[in-house]
């Protein structure tokens, strides 16, 4: 037996008294804490970051000689949008309190359009592969990208990559050279993973040489040019052990701090659980959230049920995270589905920026952008300047742009707004009180009629007014019709 105070006995005091532990025991507790702390650390990176998601070929054109199959009268067709062009306007993100840019795939795609009754449907947005090992011409050259990353880090913000493992473009040349590699036709299965998703030939990504190419194609890029993460397509169309695969390739080539960010179709934080629980994903889009608003902006969900889903909607595990957002490229944008209710979607604003997680802006929706459904939910970005091309008819709404740039500075001064406490403070059919934190308040009226200070929320006199989504200053205690606010607690 070793001798009282040596290294393999350790007394720990305790209150008033004392009890003996191994070492090895005690090593293995600190190394159990430092993996449970190290995933906190991990998620930290990101869960402060609110990522601006832009589809390259609609955002700004910066080199015109690479305008390939460009026709601004066709909403299927490139409209010009390249890497150059996104650099030389990273400052209109920066300016919006964006920390982090997603940009649509920029592999090398099919170079022949589909047939579609809207026109020629051309690859412009990026999912149709063709070489994986390859950028688009018609987007850039890796030395665009490597210029964007460093132009992007030098402005302290981060870029998040498309990545698409799941299939390639209509007719790649892959349906010849390696038809081994993929299920096409009368191969695609019935399940999630083995169907061809919209007649795509589907990758077999259980073969371990496909696995071991694309690895090495993405993994590679992003080695070479200093990217900070992926943004995953199609993630319930891929075996989770591939995931799993990918995850170690990733933690050892790009390090811990390199994001995972999974599109999974209508996940909550349900269906993320697998993808978290086995640590394949950081993040997970959560779907669910803008249809929890859409519903109580239209009447279809009373506030109290918004309140008891936004109290909870983030019990995920530690280290992972959930991004909300109002719409993406694949649906109509929230404002459209509004019927342009500017102060309805302001209320969406104020939510999408005060829960936990990592919020989501798509492209033109911070200045009033319309898109309804499928294409034209795919527009250019409009453009303060007219010499910006490709620049959408429809008219920038810069009062909406001041809102978010007010919620924004304010989620990033105020830890309440990002953190995970969260709790129903009031709720009625139209009027939520949502507690964040320890000192914020979120307070909402979705009626069409102003309502007074709720008196379960105590004396108001005790809140600081810290944002308004109204047109007009608001001081009062009466909230108005269609107002966000957000208060923060001053006096106990």
């Known amino acids: 037996m070793p001798a009282p105070g040596s290294i393999s006995d350790l007394t720990l005091i305790y209150g008033a008294g004392s009890f003996l532990m191994s070492a090895d ?24 970051d609110i990522l601006y998601f832009v589809m390259l070929d609609r955002f700004a054109d910066g080199d015109s000689t690479n305008n390939q199959d460009v026709d601004l009268n066709n909403t299927l067709a490139f409209h010009g949008g390249d890497l150059k062009g996104l650099r030389e306007h990273l ?6 309190g964006a920390t982090a840019i997603w940009i649509t795939p920029i592999v090398q795609q099919i170079t022949h359009p589909i047939g579609n009754e809207e026109g020629p449907f ?44 799941n299939h390639v473009g209509y007719g ?34 259980e073969l371990p040489e496909v696995r071991q190419y694309l690895f090495d194609a993405h993994i590679g890029l992003a080695e070479r040019t200093g990217i900070d993460g992926f943004r995953l397509d199609t993630v319930m169309h891929v075996e989770h052990d591939f995931w799993q695969a990918h995850r170690a390739e990733v933690r050892k ?13 209508g996940a909550d934080k349900f269906t993320a659980r697998p993808y978290f629980q086995d640590d394949e994903m950081d993040a997970i889009f959560d779907f669910t959230f803008s249809d929890h608003i859409l519903g109580y902006l239209n009447g279809l ?36 589905m509004l019927r342009g209710d500017v102060d309805r979607y302001l209320l969406a604003a104020t939510l999408l920026f005060s829960v936990e997680g990592m919020p989501v802006i798509t492209w033109g929706e911070e200045v009033g952008r319309t898109g309804k459904a499928w294409p034209y939910n795919r527009e250019d970005m409009a453009w303060r300047d007219p010499a910006v091309k490709p620049n959408a008819s429809w008219k920038r709404n810069e009062f909406i742009r001041a809102k978010y740039k007010a919620l924004i500075n304010l989620r990033h001064s105020n830890t309440d707004l990002r953190g995970h406490l969260s709790s129903v403070a009031y709720a009625d059919k139209d009027v939520l009180a949502l507690k964040r934190g320890e000192k914020t308040l979120l307070l909402i009226n979705r009626s069409d009629h102003g309502v007074n200070w709720p008196p379960e929320l105590g004396n108001s006199d005790h809140w600081r007014l810290a944002f308004s989504s109204g047109s007009d200053a608001a001081t009062s205690d009466m909230i108005s019709a269609l107002e966000a606010r957000i208060y923060i607690k001053e006096h106990y």
């Open 25 to 48: 025991r005690m090593i293995k507790i600190i190394i159990l804490c430092a993996m449970f702390f190290s995933a906190i650390v991990q998620a930290s990176t990101w869960k402060d």
């Open 172 to 205: 790649a040349d892959w349906e010849k050279e390696k038809p081994q590699w993929l299920r096409a036709g009368e191969q695609c299965g019935g399940s999630a993973v083995t169907l061809c998703l919209s007649g795509l030939p589907d990758l077999r990504t």
């Open 253 to 265: 080539k790009l390090g811990k701090d390199f994001l995972l960010l999974g599109e999974v179709w």
């Open 91 to 96: 400052g209109e993100i920066k300016e919006l």
């Open 301 to 336: 969900g009373s506030a109290k049920r918004l309140g008891r889903y936004l109290s909870r909607r983030h019990d995920v595990a530690a280290g992972h995270l959930l991004a909300p957002f109002l719409s993406n490229h694949d649906m109509p944008t929230l404002l459209a």
């Open 122 to 165: 051309h690859p412009h947005h990026g999912y149709w592969a063709n070489d994986f090992t390859q950028i688009d011409p018609r987007y850039g050259s890796e030395q665009d990208l490597n210029d964007l990353v460093k132009a992007a880090h030098g402005l302290g913000m981060k870029v998040i990559l498309d990545i698409v493992y």
